[in-house]
């Protein structure tokens, strides 16, 4: 028995909330081990993939899968779509689920859907053992009494559902088996790349991923991140490209994408350091306060004030120097007390832990509190951060203690 789950893949961000979740991480902690702990074949729609567009494996697979899982969070156009043809195609068998805040589509705000909570980057231990086992025994449940879910088989008698002939389905299952998950191997690839420091090949990886998927944001954003990470050929060339690249994801200058906002940050932040020309942090400020504005994220926020300080270190005019330092101490106060929430619920189950960490110590360094400062950078160092993760930090410290 074959579930075939479609979704949005990597780091999205919900158009209502604001907030960035890592949709790989739901479905290698939720969706794919409840698939198999429920006796099925569970298979991603990203795996057959091929050009970023759906194919007659695809339709098949909508039509014949034994289960569909469709996770809505986001609103993944391509999830919605191949949702709809679902539920024109097969009366029941089809499970929605959705992290649990934002907005539901109304044409779906009628249906049952099984929410989960992501805290972004990651899913907590205990609520994805609490989702693994009851999106398994729903599994069961939806395969056992076939009860009608589509909304067009509910509203509409005497309607029959398209079939597909077995023997052609069975063909187009078994050449899927033999071929190569060309965008799935790719990802995999890139990610690997990525936690060895070899930034070079996995920008290599992203941009052939794109190739084959060109509307795919996340790919973009990704390599666009590795290729000014890789330095390759030279600093300032790097980060050049890596601007044209992210540059086509908001080539209006008007995105509010957090994540497209602050790759482009980061980029303008690194010119000014390799360059000095104040254009450069001017633009960096604008995208991070930009992402900061609409994220609210503690990381974007500390890089702003950052930048705010690395400006006023560079300027002449008074006031504007005034202005930096008060808003850049306001941003890391307000983002102390931010923080200082978090740890105090349940700090152990937060994967971005060193970087929470990190940004304290930095935040406390840039207002004089050296003794916090250093509390946290010791439990930053104690998480055993990589190297590239080190040299981050030590870099913004050390331009925090040259203001």
Not at 98 to 118: Q, V
Not at 182 to 198: G, H, S, T, V, W
Not at 282 to 298: E, F, M, P, Q
Request: hydrophobic share 35%.
């Amino acid at each position: 028995m074959i579930c075939f789950v479609i979704m949005g893949f990597g780091s999205k961000s919900d158009p209502y909330t604001g907030k960035t979740l890592d949709l790989d991480k739901t479905y290698l902690n939720i969706i794919q081990p409840a698939v198999r702990a429920s006796g099925l074949e569970c298979i991603r729609a990203d795996e057959i993939q091929e050009a970023g567009l759906i194919d007659k494996s695809m339709y098949a697979l909508l039509m014949h899968a034994d289960l569909v899982i469709a996770d809505i969070t986001t609103y993944n156009p391509n999830a919605i779509y191949e949702l709809g043809i679902r539920h024109a195609v097969k009366p029941y068998a089809t499970i929605i689920i959705k992290e649990r805040k934002g907005k539901i589509p109304f044409d779906l705000d009628h249906s049952r859907i099984f929410h989960y909570d992501h805290m972004g980057d990651d899913i907590s231990a205990t609520e994805a053992d609490r989702c693994r086992k009851e999106l398994s025994s729903l599994i069961t449940t939806v395969l056992a009494t076939n009860e009608t879910d589509s909304p067009l088989y509910s509203f509409l008698s005497g309607v029959n559902a398209p079939k597909l002939p077995e023997d052609e389905y069975s063909y187009l299952i078994e050449k899927l088996a033999k071929e190569e998950k060309y965008i799935f191997a790719l990802r995999e690839k890139a990610l690997d790349a990525m936690q060895n420091n070899d930034f070079t090949a996995a920008a290599k990886a992203w941009e052939k991923a794109s190739s084959l998927a060109p509307n795919e944001t996340y790919f973009i954003q990704q390599q666009a991140l590795c290729t000014y990470k890789s330095k390759f050929p030279s600093p300032n060339t790097a980060l050049n490209d890596a601007l044209v690249i992210i540059n086509k994801l908001n080539p209006d200058g008007d995105t509010t994408d957090p994540e497209t906002l602050g790759i482009t940050g980061a980029i303008y932040k690194n010119l000014y350091r390799n360059n000095g020309d104040i254009e450069y942090i001017n633009r960096a400020i604008t995208y991070y306060r930009k992402c900061y504005l609409v994220r609210s994220d503690y990381y974007t926020g500390e890089n702003y004030a950052h930048c705010l300080e690395l400006k006023r270190k560079a300027i002449q005019d008074e006031e504007e120097k005034v202005y930096a330092k008060v808003e850049a101490r306001n941003t890391r106060k307000s983002i102390i007390r931010s923080i200082s929430e978090i740890l105090e619920n349940n700090i152990e189950e937060r994967v971005d832990q060193k970087w929470l960490y990190a940004t304290l110590s930095n935040c406390f360094l840039a207002i004089n509190d050296s003794e916090n400062a250093l509390i946290h950078e010791t439990n930053f160092l104690n998480l055993n951060p990589v190297n590239w993760e080190i040299d981050t930090f030590n870099k913004t410290k050390e331009e925090i203690l040259n203001y």
